[in-house]
């Protein structure tokens, strides 16, 4: 019958002008972050009962990657490689869907949100990394990020450097040895206690004879102390209401050798020294908490920390560990998903982690909203892992996801079905004049 070459000629032409919708989709997704190409397939079919047609199917090209571009805003991120984070668009739903536009940056109230307006959903995690909540395999224990009102505690000091600190082995040049004993030199050291607060301590080097050291086989050090040519005491002083313990309130002895070097730690009284030096202790009163320093002041034969040598006094270097309280500077992503919070005291801490999703099928994903899917049967459901992990890309902080669309061959597609678009429509022309004769005879 002429009227089923009609029809399958104005079926054509209306599948045609629906993949002028997918070009005009492409074109627009060529400029868009994370854009994606719409393919749309034509195919013509015939019923047992003799009716023919056309149909059309669009399948988006979900598991071609952009690359990377360049981004001023250091939370944006692209995944280098396949996986989908999680997103919602309500800050008290859950987990909505899944995407790849990975603009996320504070709004007014330091929510994490992308140019979508969907919200970064993450997983809390302790400062040395691990999850708050030990379930990472579902969408349950994530939460959107949120970065307001964090802050970070104090740490009290515990250790403490001293490098390069020389005390002079003879002072003024050409002194004996007998006069400059009880020699001092004083150096402020500062510490922070558990209440946050920085203290000075007050380090006073007392030149001293070398001890004299039995030879007895229990003297582990002996053979170091018989090179002994010199020491020094240290004794250290706190601030007002601070208790310094033993042996530095009343002084702990380093002999050091001819060449300026330590060969022995806290050898004063009859001990028999040891190789490093023993811990300072301190009680500070309420309401900080006692400390329990490190002290690290060289190492034995080596001239990496405190020296004896020349016939002046340098105070060296000091490093101390512990932090005062700090409040929320910034967040960076790191490339295994990490969110690295820094405070204004200069601490860096670990503070949550972003997961990704990968899909058996993610050609088969459901567009739910704009740039944001759903798995569905042809997807298959969701696995989480940490990016790096199961297959998924690293994040490459800095940056958002290009498009995958070339525009070029989106162009030469476009003539391409207008020339098949123009043959129908001549079809259906040609038949219509058929028809209209037919009529007349």
């Not at 002999?255 to 040891?274: C, W």
């Not at 409040?327 to 992503?333: P, R, T």
């Amino acid at each position: 019958m002429p009227g089923l070459g009609f029809d399958t000629a104005l079926l054509g032409a209306q599948a045609y002008s629906q993949c002028f919708g997918a070009h005009t989709q492409n074109l627009a997704a060529a400029g868009a972050v994370a854009g994606r190409t719409d393919e749309t397939f034509i195919s013509a079919f015939e019923l047992a009962s003799g009716t023919k047609g056309v149909e059309t199917t669009t399948l988006r090209h979900l598991d071609q990657v952009g690359l990377p571009v360049q981004s001023s805003i250091p939370t944006n991120f692209t995944i280098g490689g396949s996986g989908f984070v999680p997103v919602t668009n309500s800050l008290s739903n859950g987990v909505s869907g899944w995407a790849r536009d990975c603009t996320f940056s504070p709004d007014a109230n330091l929510n994490f949100v992308n140019n979508l307006g969907e919200y970064l959903q993450v997983f809390l995690v302790n400062p040395d990394g691990t999850p708050k909540n030990p379930d990472v395999t579902s969408t349950s224990n994530l939460v959107p990020l949120n970065v307001n009102g964090l802050a970070s505690t104090a740490v009290a000091t515990a250790n403490v450097s001293l490098t390069a600190v020389q005390l002079p082995s003879q002072l003024p040049p050409g002194s004996t040895l007998a006069t400059t004993l009880g020699m001092t030199q004083t150096q402020t050291v500062p510490v922070i206690d558990s209440t946050g607060n920085i203290r000075n301590l007050t380090f006073t080097w007392t030149r001293v004879d070398a001890t004299t050291i039995g030879t007895g086989t229990a003297d582990a050090y002996n053979a170091a102390h018989t090179t002994s040519t010199q020491a020094w005491d240290l004794t250290i002083a706190g601030p007002t209401g601070a208790t310094i313990g033993a042996p530095y309130a009343t002084g702990s002895r380093i002999e050091f050798d001819g060449s300026g070097n330590p060969v022995a730690f806290n050898t004063q009284g009859s001990a028999l020294g040891s190789a490093t030096p023993p811990t300072l202790n301190i009680t500070w009163g309420a309401p900080a908490v006692a400390s329990a320093i490190t002290l690290n002041l060289g190492a034995v034969g080596k001239n990496t920390g405190v020296v004896s040598d020349g016939n002046t006094f340098a105070a060296g270097q000091t490093s101390y560990d512990g932090s005062q309280p700090g409040v929320f500077q910034s967040i960076a992503f790191g490339p295994d998903g990490y969110g690295i919070v820094t405070y204004s005291n200069n601490t860096q801490v670990k503070y949550c982690r972003i997961p990704l999703a990968i899909f058996n099928n993610v050609n088969g994903l459901s567009e739910i909203r704009t740039g944001v899917f759903s798995p569905s049967v042809n997807s298959g459901s969701y696995q989480l892992f940490f990016p790096g992990q199961g297959g998924t890309g690293s994040l490459v902080t800095g940056t958002y996801e290009g498009s995958s669309v070339d525009s070029t061959k989106v162009y030469v597609e476009m003539i391409q079905d207008q020339q098949r678009f123009v043959g129908n429509l001549k079809a259906i022309e040609t038949i219509h004049k058929m028809l209209d004769r037919l009529s007349q005879v």
